[in-house]
T-cell receptor, first 113, second 110 residues
């Protein structure tokens, strides 16, 4: 079993819809949770960074963490064609002072105009 | 501010050839990483470094070597390339609050 599970999609939704992306994890040592966005033929870029359980909002994006269920989500409101990308969840535990991230395999999202 | 710069961006190698991928960061980050990304496999850690002069193995280190002689540079070497090393390689650096990635190197081994 992988430490981090993410539905690979692909996921296609019409412009303006609310998008929900999810990951589950098995390692209780994970403390920090991130979402990265990766456009085609580009490197991943950090989108959201959270620590505790609960919600964190940034514009149209909301990251949700439920540590008791080992489940994280990313919600995108009023989705735009420019949101079309692959979204990777990532989780961090600290090992001898080194931040080591474990990534999900990514969900490919397409917003249809 | 360049962030993380990877060179080259594309390369085609013949089986058995060697090459070095260069990663340079200008953010004074302590931690640097090399990943490979393959369809359906996600990002897999090859090697990483927690500071100048230090390196450590990641999840898939076989066939690769690394060096970090200067804090800002992290080199990934392939001594004898194999077709299984065809992939997109990403370098990343971190200060402990998420990674900054380079734009990647697309490597094809024929």
């Amino acid at each position: 079993q992988k430490e981090v599970e993410q539905d690979p999609g692909p996921l296609s939704v019409p412009e303006g819809a609310i998008v929900s992306l999810n990951c589950t994890y098995s390692n209780s040592a994970f403390q920090y949770f991130m979402w990265y966005r990766q456009y085609s033929r580009k490197g991943p870029e950090l989108l959201m960074y959270t620590y505790s359980s609960g919600n964190k909002e940034d514009g149209r994006f909301t990251a949700q963490v439920d540590k008791s269920s080992k489940y994280i989500s990313l919600f995108i409101r009023d989705s735009q064609p420019s949101d079309s990308a692959t979204y990777l969840c990532a989780m961090s535990g600290w090992d001898f002072g080194n931040e080591k991230l474990t990534f999900g395999t990514g969900t490919r999202l397409t917003i249809i105009p | 501010n360049a962030g993380v710069t990877q060179t080259p961006k594309f390369r085609v190698l013949k089986t058995g050839q060697s090459m070095t991928l260069l990663c340079a960061q200008d953010m004074n980050h302590e931690y640097m990483y090399w990943y490979r990304q393959d369809p359906g496999m996600g990002l897999r850690l090859i090697h990483y470094s927690v500071g100048e002069g230090t390196t450590a193995k990641g999840e898939v280190p076989d066939g690769y070597n690394v060096s970090r002689l200067k804090k800002q540079n992290f080199l990934l070497g392939l001594e004898s390339a194999a077709p299984s090393q065809t992939s997109v390689y990403f370098c990343a650096s971190s200060s402990g609050y998420g990674y900054t990635f380079g734009s990647g190197t697309r490597l094809t081994v024929v």
